[in-house]
């Protein structure tokens, strides 16, 4: 087997990983793996001779794998504004060289170029001035890929001549027409993305043939632009979003269903049966006991007298009076207080899956685009019902903290009124409502759980990827 042969083999299994990735909807693992194999084809081609047929078959495959790169990075890509470049009308010195020179290193495998107008002569040789630039500043450069109008197809030939003077320098040029572009950007795979209202055009043409600026481009004059450039982002983010990425994927697939089970055991469990509420109701007493009234003189229709006042400073009294209950202290319900106890620390999870989840479809969602947005509606969709079951869960952590406080006010009622038979009764009807509020919850986020995995299993390539990398071919 030849060295090619070896290489072209050896591509084989990790570009099937990369398309098994992206089916999962793990785009930036099957990036990683797609740029991989198309290495390792590279090589390949770079040992083959020019117009081989084996290589021509080979090369074929090879712009697929190259297109679906483009496609993904252009779609996953993720970038932090650093820096706004402004060129003024009729200003010099703003060469390709001082715009993107700090975007080429050893790092740099991949240029995306998406630009709708390399239609005219000037605009292909701006095309070619660039690549002139990049490849020696970019020693490990394999690919650049070029969108473009459909206006564009008709330097069909000279694309390919371009072409093949970058095969002989290792680097393979793709090119693809569409007539629904409009964005002008420049994407670099080791993360800097370059955007432009004018794209690559963005000089006057020279007043003449022997005019400074018709050789320099630092002397060429330009029309007025601005320029934005982004670098990749800080490495630290970048791991907590792909921790966040990745604890956000098991939490839908592993943890939600976990939770719909427990939830649906504990509401199927005797703890949770009305058959147990007369066990957790107190009993009507509530240890406070109703004292008895001695049957005063009631012949007197005269007031009692008041006693006078005798002022003792032999003794000094201080703080508040302390009151004490016969009987002992006044429990809480106890079987209730259980309950609660069980069920609390689930709400909290609940709210901090919900939240990572909230956060993970937050991050997924692409920057604002005209058109092309169902799959963003699905996601937005998504993220309101995660939105709402965080927020359901934390008012009923909410609600049980009330609970006490307000059953602790009722008590205090009783022991200032024990004759009054209503309040004694309002706690009873306070704790059955509490015990049913219980289950209520547990009913509740087990539905929201179930509705919650469902959803987002159903639409799961859609939330991952939601801009299909094909629309022009809807039309």
């Given at each position: 087997m030849s060295a090619p042969e070896k290489l072209v083999k050896k591509a084989g299994p990790i570009l099937c990983d990369a398309v098994n990735d992206e089916k999962a909807g793990k785009i930036s693992r099957a990036i990683i793996r797609y740029k991989q194999?198309?290495?390792?084809?590279?090589?390949?081609?770079?040992?083959?001779?020019?117009?081989?047929?084996?290589?021509?078959?080979i090369m074929k495959n090879f712009a697929i794998y190259v297109r679906k790169v483009a496609d993904l990075e252009y779609l996953n890509k993720t970038e932090t504004e650093v820096d706004q470049y402004k060129i003024a009308a009729n200003s010099i010195g703003h060469s390709y060289q001082s715009i993107f020179t700090r975007c080429c290193d050893a790092q740099l495998r991949m240029v995306h170029i998406q630009d709708a107008y390399i239609i005219a002569h000037h605009q292909l040789l701006n095309f070619v001035r660039f690549c002139e630039l990049i490849i020696p500043l970019s020693v490990n450069l394999l690919v650049i890929t070029l969108k473009t109008g459909e206006d564009?197809?008709?330097?069909?030939?000279?694309?390919?001549?371009?072409?093949?003077?970058?095969?002989?320098?290792?680097?393979?040029?793709?090119?693809?027409?569409?007539s629904t572009i409009h964005d002008r950007e420049i994407i670099f795979d080791n993360g800097w993305v370059v955007k432009s209202g004018r794209g690559l055009d963005y000089f006057k043409p020279p007043e003449g043939k022997y005019?400074?600026?018709?050789?320099?481009?630092?002397?060429?004059?330009?029309?007025?632009?601005?320029?934005?450039?982004?670098?990749?982002?800080?490495?630290?983010?970048?791991?907590?979003?792909?921790?966040?990425?990745?604890?956000?994927?098991?939490?839908?697939?592993?943890?939600?269903?976990?939770?719909?089970?427990?939830?649906?055991?504990?509401?199927?469990?005797?703890?949770l049966s009305y058959d147990r509420l007369a066990e957790i109701l107190p009993d009507k007493s509530l240890n406070i006991p109703v004292p008895d009234v001695e049957n005063g003189n009631t012949d007197n229709d005269e007031p009692a007298v008041k006693r006078k006042k005798v002022d003792d400073d032999s003794k000094t009294k201080t703080?508040?009076?302390?009151?004490?209950?016969?009987?002992?202290?006044?429990?809480?319900?106890?079987?209730?207080?259980?309950?609660?106890d069980l069920v609390r620390p689930k709400l909290r999870d609940a709210v901090e899956q919900c939240n990572t989840v909230k956060m993970w479809i937050t991050l997924l969602i692409p920057r604002i685009e005209d058109g092309n947005n169902f799959g963003v509606?699905?996601?937005?969709?998504?993220?309101?019902?995660?939105?709402?079951?965080?927020?359901e869960a934390a008012s009923f952590l909410d609600q049980m903290s009330r609970y006490f406080t307000t059953r602790g006010k009722l008590i205090t009622k009783i022991a200032k009124y024990p004759h009054v038979d209503d309040y004694r009764r309002a706690i009873l009807d306070m704790d059955e409502k509490q015990f049913i509020n219980i289950r209520?919850?547990?009913?509740?986020?087990?539905?929201?759980?179930?509705?919650?995995?469902?959803?987002?299993?159903?639409?799961?390539?859609?939330?991952?990827?939601?801009r299909n990398s094909n629309t022009e071919h809807l039309y």
């Open positions: 194999g198309i290495e390792l084809i590279a090589q390949a081609m770079r040992i083959m001779p020019l117009g081989s047929a084996d290589r021509d078959k564009a197809r008709k330097n069909l030939q000279d694309f390919d001549e371009l072409a093949r003077s970058l095969e002989k320098r290792g680097v393979t040029l793709q090119v693809d027409f569409s005019v400074l600026g018709a050789c320099d481009m630092n002397q060429h004059i330009s029309n007025k632009m601005t320029k934005k450039q982004a670098q990749p982002e800080n490495k630290e983010l970048s791991d907590y979003k792909q921790r966040l990425f990745a604890d956000a994927e098991k939490i839908v697939k592993e943890e939600f269903p976990k939770k719909v089970i427990e939830f649906d055991a504990l509401l199927r469990s005797p703890k703080g508040a009076p302390v009151f004490a209950f016969t009987s002992g202290t006044v429990p809480c319900n106890e079987n209730l207080a259980q309950l609660m509606g699905i996601q937005e969709e998504t993220l309101s019902e995660v939105r709402n079951v965080e927020s209520l919850v547990v009913l509740e986020m087990r539905n929201h759980f179930s509705t919650l995995h469902d959803m987002i299993t159903k639409n799961y390539e859609k939330i991952k990827v939601p």
